[in-house]
């Protein structure tokens, strides 16, 4: 209901009239999704009955799904008319490692970076660099600037 919603205020603000609206996507969550790792089948709910979609899946997602317990996907078509499944999953984000070793590092301008540790890297040549193409920037845009007052 949202897209037909916005589409209707889309066509609103652009004073156009909706002669009809072509749903190309909806929304599951995980009771009327489910990933079949076997074969990587979509297991989707309808109003009449479950059907089960092959999907092409390439290593790497099937790296990233593999033991994933889909938390909702959402059913696209494309512009090129092929349709595609976007499939969220949780993870649970790692706890930080406790170390003693830590260090900071402060990046500026005249010294690129400055560790805490004392260790620093010159910004001199990168700083000699940078004024150069503020003068030739700052020369162009002034003779830019007298062309057009003479024209």
């Not at 079949?36 to 479950?50: F, H, M, N, W």
């Not at 889909?70 to 706890?95: E, T």
Request: glycine share 8%.
């Amino acid at each position: 209901m949202k897209r037909v919603g916005a589409n209707r205020l889309t066509a609103k603000y652009k004073g156009k009239k909706v002669k009809g609206f072509k749903p190309t996507s909806f929304d599951c969550d995980s009771r009327t999704f489910r990933l079949i790792e076997d074969g990587y089948l979509a297991s989707i709910s309808t109003t009449g009955k479950r059907i089960k979609i092959p999907m092409r899946v390439s290593n790497y997602q099937r790296g990233q799904l593999s033991g994933q317990n889909p938390i909702s996907a959402q059913l696209c078509q494309h512009k090129d008319g092929d349709w595609y499944i976007h499939i969220q999953v949780k993870n649970d984000v790692p706890s930080p490692l406790k170390t003693s070793h830590v260090m900071g590092v402060d990046f500026g301008r005249r010294d690129i970076a400055v560790t805490s540790t004392g260790k620093s890297w010159s910004g001199k040549e990168i700083q000699d660099k940078r004024d150069k193409f503020n003068r030739v920037r700052a020369s162009l845009q002034k003779k830019a600037t007298l062309g057009t007052l003479v024209n």
